[in-house]
């Protein structure tokens, strides 16, 4: 967060906003997040053999997720669970390239986004402009794929994202405050 320390004065009427993917690991549909993945190792300098190579192998990690319950083997058809280790960055790599395809070309986030950092699945955001314009951002976001819904919170002055608190005083200026959950137990293992 050192970048929101470092930001200068921000403008008059800058809100204060987050967002957060509902259950992101369960929604992503496995043709989605493999094409995802493909479109990413495709822009990057990687020889084709090798892209093949990787996506032959996420499809089996993806589409062959079996588990157990109650002595019953399932198959996984939609989705990964949390504890996978390919998790996180399959996740990772679908927001990128939702972000890519959806949010940054979108005109008000152009118009009215000065900042927008994302944590796998939770966005901080520095809207300047109006509530109206931030909530058809949320609402064209939201409409993009049904599977695919966020939260939004948002406030002129303080809000939480992650474990941080961020304020902004009278001046415009950002400063940021450690931020415990309620429900914290704060148990040691």
């Known amino acids: 967060m050192e970048l929101v320390r470092n930001l200068d004065k921000l403008p008059e009427g800058t809100v204060l906003v987050t967002l957060d993917v509902n259950n992101l690991y369960m929604s992503i549909q496995h043709h989605k997040g493999i094409s995802a993945m493909k479109g990413l190792l495709e ?4 020889n084709h053999e090798v892209i093949s190579f990787l996506l032959e192998l996420l499809e089996v990690v993806v589409t062959k997720n079996y ?3 109650e002595d ?3 198959l996984q058809t939609q989705g990964r669970a949390m504890g ?5 960055p399959y996740a990772n790599c679908f927001m990128a390239r939702f972000e890519s395809d959806y949010i940054y070309s979108n005109r008000l986030f152009q118009t009215h986004c000065l900042l927008w950092r994302r944590y796998i ?5 520095l809207w300047h402009g109006t509530n109206e314009s931030l909530l058809e951002f949320f609402n ?10 966020f939260t939004l919170n948002f406030d002129n002055h303080e809000i939480n994202y992650l ?9 415009g200026k950002l400063t ?3 931020y415990t959950k309620a429900t914290d137990c704060n148990n040691l293992l």
């Open 84 to 88: 996978s280790n390919v998790a996180p």
């Open 72 to 74: 019953k083997f399932y």
């Open 43 to 46: 822009d990057s300098l990687m």
């Open 176 to 178: 940021l405050d450690l």
């Open 140 to 149: 064209e976001i939201n409409g993009f794929w049904p599977e695919l819904s």
């Open 67 to 69: 588990f157990m319950f």
């Open 163 to 171: 474990d941080t608190k961020i304020l902004q005083d009278q001046d």
């Open 121 to 125: 699945d939770d966005v901080f955001c």
